[in-house]
């Protein structure tokens, strides 16, 4: 699920879209499922960014059971290990950190709050799309997102936000319809 975009394989899909010359940067947080063909889209001198292991967590909240424990087992060994001496003749870079961790960085994410504010200004990036649920229907916001069929961000309103459209209830289990979309977005 982490592979596909709107449908298509991932892959073939970014080729289509920006060509098949390889990224300067890539950003991945989902994982063991990703990690080793991203590495491998990277321009020389390219760079993968970590920032999460979602595709390693299971969808469905609560305890993990004994089937869960031997998959996150397998999903740890299956995960890519970067060669430094390859990494070096391959002139690409790994690199990864936690946000959970840069709460006390205030400036340095004030400065980068502003930046992107900025581009975003200036059009030269998209918000994602944003789907709001109203507080009452956390149970459906949360099946959204187990669903793994979610686009952007999931909001919980805890009371009516004046500009905003009102939830529109999923047609059927496993999707999740975009209520409100930034610039460019759907």
């Given at each position: ?181 930034g610039p460019g977005g759907d």
């Open positions: 699920y982490q592979r596909r975009v709107h449908g298509q394989d991932l892959w073939p899909t970014v080729r289509a879209t920006c060509g098949p010359v390889g990224f300067r940067a890539i950003f991945d947080a989902n994982g063991v499922s990703t990690l080793k063909a991203g590495y491998q889209h990277l321009a020389p001198g390219g760079r993968l960014v970590v920032y999460g292991f979602h595709s390693m967590l299971p969808r469905k909240g609560g305890r993990l059971g004994l089937w869960q424990w031997v998959r996150l087992g397998m999903d740890y060994l299956r995960t890519p290990r970067f060669n430094p001496i390859h990494m070096t003749s391959d002139n690409k870079s790994v690199m990864a950190f936690n946000l959970s961790f840069l709460f006390n960085e205030t400036d340095m994410l004030q400065r980068a709050m502003g930046q992107l504010l900025g581009w975003l200004e200036e059009g030269r990036i998209q918000l994602t799309p944003v789907t709001t649920f109203p507080l009452r229907e956390v149970a459906a916001a949360h099946a959204a997102l187990e669903s793994g069929t979610t686009v952007g961000k999931l909001v919980l309103l805890t009371q009516a936000v004046e500009g905003l459209p009102t939830p529109v209830p999923a047609q059927n289990e496993g999707t999740c319809h975009s209520r409100r979309s």
